[in-house]
């Protein structure tokens, strides 16, 4: 099993290009089956759930071409089935967001139902309430959820709580529908945008993603495109706290600084410096780390999506911090990992009370989740000794190349596979 192998307390010092957002991807791939002409998307991630999501479309038909690492071209004009069962797509949540692509397309799907981390219960009560406004019948059995349409009309739906995935998989059914559908309480996170942008570049008629109101009139037929994906701001946002708890000096580049304007706001607020010019960001630590308090919220709030690595930095930081988790509730998972590596954490409910200390210690950890798994690999990095983190391929699912990026900033991380390649990395490393 691929482990990462750490030896922490170098300073992360470089630049580093950011790649294209995963959950902006995942839709957008999802999206491309919705014409029968063909669509190239640019910048996609060369990770695991966007690979198992092209899969998972190869398996009912969909002509997945990749022209290089990061250009997929598509073609949904040969789709055989709308019930898609392939074991990968299980695994990864963005899976439903094929119902409603293939609902939008056909007024029917079938797919098994999502899986993703498990940072909390995630019901998709809201996506179906969205679909069954727009007539659909939505049924759920034996792991699988089926929707189905005789017709598919515009309505107005108002979503009880701001959710990325249902406002998305509302918007691509409702592109197809017919009339106009208005979803009211809509997330505006930049993924919802773009997947806003690509299908408008298709031929949709979608106005307002990225507000809370967004507005769409149904066409009959979705045309070719091009388009590219906008970078992964959780990705850089990463990179930017890795500057911070390894008293580093990084610029991510290839970012859209307005995405991480919350992100930015938190790491001053703990006494880095940072630097935004049009596509790039610095993030000096050269100071110690001071305390703050976080609330994760929707977009455009702080994320949850980067709350583990903030907890990292916090940490390390003078005084005592609290960290509020508000939208999944099992989001703390790291915190037993962290204690073990010296953190003085304690969890009540959905809070974090963190106490700062000065150093951590290197330590043998698991990754719980996604982005919980890169959060420890950053303590590791800070740490004092040798960290071990395993269970690394929730860390690949939304990570390309996460330890050679951090190996060209300096850091001393490999991917070992033996007890022999962890013995070999400690002789390397000292
Ligand atoms: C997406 C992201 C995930 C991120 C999250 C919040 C993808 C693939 N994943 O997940 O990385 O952490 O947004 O920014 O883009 N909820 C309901 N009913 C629903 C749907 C959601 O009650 O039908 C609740 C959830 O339990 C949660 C909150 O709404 O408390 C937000 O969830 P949502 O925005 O839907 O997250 P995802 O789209 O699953």
């Given at each position: 099993m691929e482990q990462y192998a750490i030896k922490g307390g170098n300073p992360l010092v470089g630049e580093v290009e950011i790649g294209g957002a995963k959950n902006a991807a995942l839709p957008i791939l999802a999206a491309a089956i919705m014409t029968d002409e063909t669509v190239i998307i640019e910048n996609v991630p060369d990770v695991r759930d966007t690979n198992a999501l092209l899969q998972a479309m190869e398996s009912i038909g969909v002509y997945v071409e990749k022209?290089?690492?990061h250009t997929v071209k598509i073609n949904g004009?040969?789709?055989?089935?709308?019930v898609i069962k392939d074991e990968l797509i299980k695994k990864i949540r963005a899976s439903y967001y094929l119902i409603g692509a293939m609902l939008g397309k056909y007024k029917e799907a079938e797919v098994v139902l999502p899986g993703g981390c498990n940072i909390g219960s995630r019901p998709i009560d809201q996506h179906i309430k969205g679909w069954e406004a727009l007539g659909t019948k939505v049924d759920i059995a034996h792991g699988s959820i089926s929707a189905k349409a005789e017709v598919l009309k515009g309505n107005h739906i108002y979503m009880d709580v701001v959710s990325v995935g249902a406002t998305i998989n509302v918007m691509m059914a409702a592109a197809m529908a017919e009339g106009q559908t208005v979803i009211e309480n809509a997330a505006k996170e930049p993924h919802v945008v773009d997947l806003a942008n690509f299908l408008n570049s298709m031929g949709a008629n979608i106005k307002g993603a990225g507000t809370d109101v967004i507005r769409i009139k149904g066409v009959t037929k979705l045309h070719k495109s091009e388009y590219t994906i906008i970078p992964d701001q959780i990705e850089a946002g990463t990179f930017m706290f890795a500057a911070a708890v390894t008293k580093g000096d990084i610029t991510v580049k290839n970012v859209i600084p307005k995405h991480l304007e919350s992100i930015t706001a938190k790491l001053i607020e703990i006494g880095c410096e940072v630097e935004a010019s049009d596509d790039a960001v610095r993030v000096v630590a050269s100071k110690p780390l001071v305390h703050t308090h976080v609330k994760t919220l929707p977009y455009?709030?702080?994320?949850t999506d980067m709350q583990p690595q903030i907890a990292v930095a916090l940490g390390l930081s003078r005084g005592t911090s609290i960290v509020t988790e508000s939208i999944f509730e099992n989001r703390f998972r790291y915190v037993d990992e962290l204690t073990r590596m010296g953190a003085s954490i304690k969890v009540e409910g959905n809070t974090a009370i963190i106490n700062g200390v000065d150093k951590y210690t290197g330590a043998s950890m698991s990754a719980p989740d996604l982005r919980a798994g890169a959060a420890l690999v950053m303590a590791g990095l800070a740490a004092e000794g040798f960290s071990m983190v395993d269970d690394i391929h929730y860390i690949q699912r939304g990570y390309e190349d996460f330890e050679m990026k951090l190996q060209s900033l300096g850091a001393q991380i490999e991917k070992v596979e033996s007890e022999r390649e962890i013995q070999k990395f400690k002789l390397k490393v000292g």
């Open positions: 022209l290089d690492r004009s040969q789709i055989h089935g709308h455009p709030g702080f994320p």
